[in-house]
């Protein structure tokens, strides 16, 4: 659990990577169970139970037998890391709850999920089944400074320590807001400190979060104009074959932005599906 950006999904892939190892020691034995990232916005029907779901999600992703899947579940055989809990609505968040606490009854199932603190705790049903919660926190003052330092962006540290602004955010704790929500300072939010590591340079001025998003996109899209720049190098094409432009690109992610909220789909658009 977390507020938005605090690393749950890079968590999750860590802990994957982690159990990864884990079975591979255990190869000779057999006895470690392997884990598989599903995301949860892409269960659609309410009366489908989770076992169905991840069985069919298998013969999506990777053509398994669904007999096979069924034998690695209930043998225990599969740790199912569910991502995204938060990306259902509240009332379908309900029901996939009520479901994963069913599925975690079945005798020592392990299982992870993954979901926004906000979200989960604005749901009455919780997942009591499950052996506990983690909460991720943000980052420190310490850690951010030796994240820049490992990331070779002193520079980045010592932009930050003159800027009145940034400085102040590094000292400044979560606030709560009118509305109950709480306020983390983004320079202490991984995704955003990743964001400001990649796309700061001398001439960008970043004092607000809205200034961080104007100068990280700015840089995407440039890196983007490069990388087709190389690929109508590689392959001969002209300009007007390959460059998407800012403007059309812009264009292109509004229309899809409104084609999700005016069929009421989950903000994470998977192209697999």
């Known amino acids: 659990m977390g507020a938005p950006g605090l690393g749950k999904s890079t968590t999750l892939l860590k802990l994957a990577e982690r159990l990864i190892g884990l079975a591979d020691d255990a190869q000779i034995a057999g006895t470690a169970p392997v884990p598989y990232i599903f995301e949860l ?6 009366k489908q139970d989770i076992v169905d779901w991840l069985v069919s999600q298998l013969v999506f992703d990777c053509s398994i037998d669904p007999k096979i899947g069924y034998e690695w579940i209930k043998n225990n055989r599969l740790v199912p890391l569910l991502d995204g809990l938060d990306e259902l609505a509240a009332e379908r968040q309900k029901v996939c709850v009520a479901k994963i606490n069913e599925f975690a009854k079945f005798a020592g199932q392990q299982v992870v999920v993954c979901c926004r603190s906000e979200e989960y705790n604005a749901v009455s049903i919780q997942l009591d089944e499950l052996r506990g919660a ?3 926190q943000p980052l420190t003052k310490q850690q951010i400074k030796q994240y820049l330092i490992d990331a070779d962006r002193r520079k980045v540290w010592r932009d930050i320590q003159k800027s009145s602004e940034l400085s102040e955010l590094l000292d400044m704790s979560e606030k709560v807001l009118p509305d109950g929500t709480i306020e983390i300072p983004f320079i202490k939010i991984p995704l955003f400190l990743q964001m400001l590591a990649v796309s700061r340079t001398e001439t960008s001025k970043i004092e607000t979060k809205q200034d961080l998003f104007d100068v990280y996109i700015s840089y995407q899209l440039q890196s983007q104009s490069w990388a087709d720049y190389q690929r109508r190098k590689d392959s001969n094409l002209s300009a007007e074959q390959e460059h998407i432009s800012r403007t059309q690109t812009i264009s292109y992610l509004s229309w899809l932005a409104k084609q ?5 789909l989950t903000n994470n658009f998977l192209i697999e599906q």
């Open 41 to 46: 916005s892409a269960w659609r029907d309410d």
């Open 134 to 136: 983690l909460c991720l």
């Open 260 to 264: 999700l909220n005016d069929n009421n």
